[in-house]
Nanobody
């Protein structure tokens, strides 16, 4: 079992930056592939970024590639999402998720979820 708590969301103007953090409980954080997903009002939850257990490989949705960076610090049991050049269409609730797989971009393959953090980008 792992519990996830996101932080770092907020209101930012278009073109600005935010850094999301996801703190995980437990001593087996490095055993989980980690990912970020988001859900905008009236839309389905979508994949944003993922990182393998060791942090050696990362994956991004085309919509955020080149603007967002996922990273993890296994010593701190934390995964991050650095978001730059934010756009109004990035407005959503952002969720951190963990999978027992090496990595996944699919929400249904994630066994554990955080409660979400709101990101609002104004134009």
């Amino acid at each position: 079992q792992v519990q996830l708590v996101e932080s770092g969301g907020g209101l930012v103007q278009a073109g600005g930056s935010l850094r999301l953090s996801c703190a995980a409980s437990g001593r087996t954080f490095s055993s989980y592939g980690m990912g970020w997903f988001r859900q905008a009002p009236g839309k389905e939850r979508e994949f944003v970024a993922a990182i393998t257990r060791s942090g050696g490989s990362t994956y991004y949705a085309d919509s955020v590639k080149g603007r967002f960076t996922i990273s993890r610090d296994n010593a701190k049991n934390t995964v991050y999402l650095q978001m730059n050049s934010l756009k109004p269409e990035d407005t959503a609730v952002y969720y951190c998720a963990a999978t027992r797989r090496l990595v996944t971009t699919k929400s249904y393959e994630c066994e554990f979820w955080g409660q979400g953090t709101q990101v609002t980008v104004s134009s």
